[in-house]
């Protein structure tokens, strides 16, 4: 079983900076890509940003130039920083992993539990 658990969210006034951190644990193997993800209120679920275990990012549109997804494989862990953060911004953040999960070596995609980031005007 492996879990990710967020951190970092909060309230920000319009212009200012958050960091997200997720952790991943549990029986892993190894982990390929890691993203995050936001859902605001009413709307769907969709894609932040992505980086995969040698590097490779890629990102929405809307928060190109604004934030900066990176990790840290000897911890399982992905961070997201965000700076120039707007109001459209606020959204309830998810991290995503995509393991390899011990003993078998399946492949599992997993989701943290969310955190809340709120930006006001």
Known sequence: QVQLVESGG????????LRLSCVASGSIFSINAMGWYRQAPGKQRELVATITSGGGTNYADSVKGRFTISRDNAKNTVFLQMNSLKPEDTAVYYCNAEAVVAPMGVDLEVWGQGTLVTVSS
Do not use: C, D, Y
Request: cysteine-free; proline content about 0%.
């Open 10 to 17: 909060g309230l920000v006034q319009a212009g200012g900076s």
